[in-house]
C-alpha cells in the first residue's frame, strides 16, 4: 500500500513552502523506505521552488531536498544491501537508465537518458513527479540508496550528499593530491566544503574572494591564504600557481582573473553556476599555459558513497545551523544573504510534531 507523509511543498513560483500530506509509492521490488532523519537546505531547493531556472525545472507542488539522511523502515523483496534501521542517505537523484556508457561507468549523474533527480522529475516507471526530503518518509530505488558511516555526527551529513560531493568529485578527477596548490572561488555552502575536503587530501589550500573579513573563517576552515580577487596587484602575486581551482559563485561573474593563476595544465572548474558565463573569455592565458575551463556537477552513486567514506575517515564535515521545517521560508531568504554559516539542515522531528 502507498503511505501518507508529512511535506513541505511549493504549488507556485510565488507562493511560500506549506504543509502537505504526501503519498509515496507502494514499495517495488528493488525499493528502500526511510523514515528522514534530516535534510540539508540548498541554493538549487530554492532556485526550483521558485522557478528561477525556469518552468521545465519546477513540476508543481515542488517537495525540495536532495540531502536526506535517514534510517531504513521497509525493504522491497529484492532489496540486499540494506535492512531495517541501516543509516542511509539520498542525495540529489533518485534513478537513471543504468545501461549508457555514464551509467556503465558509474556517472549516472551523465546519463544519457537524463538522470531522475530526487525532486521535481518524472519517475522512469510510473511518470509520477519525485517529490524530495522536506518530508517525514521517502521510497527510493535501493541502486541511489548510500550507506552513512555511523561514526558521523549525524546531524551534520545531510549537507554532503550535495555541498560535498559536488566539490569531491572535480578534486578528484583533477587529482589532487598532497601537494597540489587548490584554490577555491567563494566561501559559502559548497565553498567551505572545497576547502575541507581539498586540505584532508593534502593540498596546499587558497580562498579567492572579493569581500573583506573572510580571513579568520577561511583559515578555520583549512585554507592557507586569502587573496582578494579585485585587488589587482594581489591577483598578480597570485600567477601560475593552481594546479586546481574551484569556483563555487553560483551568478554569472567574469572569468578572466582567475585564469591566468592558474599553473601550466591546469584547470578552473565551475561548480556553482547553472547558466551563462560572461559573453568573452580570453584564450590568450588559456593558450600560453594549456590551461582549461571546465564544469562539474555531483557525483556518480560510488564515488558519492566513497566521499562518505572518506569524510568518515578524515572527519570532515560541513558546518550547519539546524532549523524546524516550519522555518524553511525564513531560511529561504537567510539563503539569500548569505546569512548562514555555511549550511541550513532541518530536523524532521519538528515536522512530526
Known amino acids: ?8 511543498a511549493a504549488q507556485s513560483p510565488t507562493s511560500p513552502l506549506a504543509p502537505i500530506d504526501l503519498e509515496r509509492r507502494e514499495l517495488r521490488a528493488d525499493d528502500v523506505e526511510i523514515d528522514i532523519l534530516y535534510c540539508g537546505v540548498c541554493h538549487s531547493d530554492l532556485h526550483t521552488a521558485r522557478a528561477d531556472w525556469g518552468e521545465a525545472f519546477s513540476l508543481y507542488p515542488v517537495v525540495p531536498g536532495h540531502e536526506i539522511i535517514g534510517r531504513v523502515k521497509n525493504v522491497g523483496s529484492k532489496v540486499g544491501k540494506y535492512k531495517a534501521g541501516d543509516l542511509v542517505g539520498v542525495g540529489c537523484m533518485v534513478d537513471s537508465c543504468q545501461e549508457c556508457a555514464p551509467c556503465r561507468h558509474d556517472l549516472e549523474q551523465f546519463c544519457e537518458q537524463g538522470m531522475t533527480a530526487t525532486y521535481s522529475s518524472r519517475d522512469r516507471i510510473d511518470g509520477s513527479i519525485t517529490q524530495g526530503g522536506y518530508s517525514t518518509g521517502i521510497v527510493v530505488r535501493e541502486e541511489f540508496v548510500l550507506r552513512v558511516p555511523e561514526n558521523l555526527d549525524t546531524k551534520a551529513v545531510a549537507p554532503l ?24 572561488v567563494g566561501l559559502g555552502g559548497l565553498g567551505h566544503m572545497a576547502i575541507k575536503l581539498a586540505k584532508a587530501m593534502g593540498a596546499e589550500v587558497s580562498l579567492f574572494t572579493r569581500s573583506k573579513g573572510k580571513e579568520q573563517d577561511a583559515y578555520a576552515l583549512g585554507a592557507s591564504r586569502v587573496i582578494y580577487s579585485t ?18 559563485v553560483p551568478y ?9 593563476t592558474l ?6 572548474v565551475l561548480v556553482g553556476l547553472v547558466g551563462d558565463t560572461e559573453k568573452t573569455i580570453s584564450t590568450v592565458p588559456m593558450l600560453f599555459g594549456r590551461r582549461s575551463i ?5 557525483g556518480g552513486i560510488k564515488e558519492t558513497q566513497e566521499m562518505l567514506d572518506f569524510c568518515a575517515e578524515h572527519n570532515v564535515l560541513p558546518e550547519v545551523e539546524m532549523i524546524d521545517m516550519q522555518n524553511i521560508n525564513e531560511a529561504y531568504e537567510r539563503m539569500l544573504k548569505s546569512d548562514v554559516k555555511y549550511r541550513f539542515v532541518i530536523d524532521m522531528e519538528s515536522l512530526k510534531k
Open 1 to 8: 500500500m502507498p503511505t501518507t507523509v508529512k511535506a513541505y
Open 161 to 184: 550528499l550535495c555541498a560535498g560531493i559536488t566539490t569531491y568529485s572535480p578534486l578528484r578527477h583533477w587529482n589532487v593530491k598532497p601537494g597540489s596548490k587548490v584554490a577555491v
Open 231 to 248: 585587488d589587482e596587484a594581489s591577483m598578480a602575486a597570485a600567477a601560475n600557481q593552481f594546479d586546481l581551482i574551484i569556483d563555487t
Open 252 to 260: 554569472t561573474h567574469d572569468l578572466n582573473p582567475y585564469v591566468p
Open 263 to 268: 599553473a601550466l595544465d591546469g584547470t578552473l
Open 294 to 298: 571546465s564544469a562539474s556537477l555531483i
